[in-house]
């Protein structure tokens, strides 16, 4: 069965300071690994990732992913209350209608 | 403007009732999926469909149904088969493969 864990559940941090969310996976033939912020609603893309070690930039927020090891990290430094969200890693297999499997998520406050 | 619309937002339901929620795309995207989120428990996928007059069960089908009648619309009925109807449910469509999948708003359905 396929699998993708994220870690930390929740985490609370001050303006300011740099996060790191680790998103673990076991599914059988990988395709692609996706990150999405969901802030109410509709989940927003940021970031896909199909290659190992090609960082992806976007701002303050970059992500890479480690096919060998199995897991991608998202990075955001100088964290803004903005940022306050849930953030989703979801990985696409082939056999699934390209159809994407998610993690519980991250829910992430930023306090001023 | 392209995008997805569901509808309704908020929807209530008498148990024993049978729901459609309504999802239609303008982006011409031949992929289609519903997805239900509860708390603490990320997105699990419904149905998916990758072209009209095709779909597929996802991880948790039992007690929902779909049509794809039309490359636009994607309809999820819920029926009184399903033992825990009240969620979150979310709509996406993607082109296909390795591509990112966009999302609707949602429609919060509460069983009363």
């Known amino acids: 069965e396929d699998k993708v864990v994220q870690s930390p559940l929740s985490l609370v941090v001050h303006e300011g300071d740099t996060v790191t969310l680790n998103c673990s996976y076991e599914?059988?033939?990988?395709?692609?690994l996706l990150w999405y912020k969901q802030e109410k609603k509709a989940p927003t893309f940021l970031f896909m990732l199909?290659?190992?070690?090609i960082e992806k930039k976007s701002g303050r927020l970059s992500s890479i992913l480690d096919k060998k090891e199995l897991f991608s990290i998202l990075n955001i430094t100088a964290t803004q209350t903005g940022d306050s969200a849930v953030y989703l890693c979801?990985?696409?297999?082939?056999?699934?209608?390209?159809?994407?499997?998610f993690g519980k998520g991250t829910s992430l406050l930023v306090t001023p | 403007d392209g995008g997805i619309t569901q509808s309704p937002k908020y929807l209530f339901r008498k148990e024993g009732q049978n729901v459609t929620l309504s999802c239609e795309q303008n982006?011409?995207?031949?992929?289609m999926y519903w997805y239900r989120q509860d708390p603490g428990q990320g997105l699990r996928l419904i149905y998916y469909?990758?072209?009209?007059?095709?779909?597929q069960k996802g991880d948790i089908a039992e007690g929902y149904s779909v049509s794809r009648e039309k490359k636009e619309s994607f309809p999820l009925t819920v029926t009184s088969a399903q033992k825990n109807p009240t969620a979150f449910y979310l709509c996406?469509?993607?082109?296909?493969?390795?591509?990112?999948?966009?999302f609707g708003q949602g429609t919060r359905l509460t069983v009363v």
């Open positions: 996406a469509s993607s082109i296909g493969h390795n591509t990112e999948a966009f």
């Open positions: 199909t290659s190992s070690g």
């Open positions: 982006l011409n995207h031949d992929a």
């Open positions: 599914v059988t033939n990988f395709r692609s």
């Open positions: 979801a990985v696409e297999a082939r056999g699934s209608g390209y159809a994407l499997n």
């Open positions: 469909s990758q072209i009209v007059n095709d779909f």
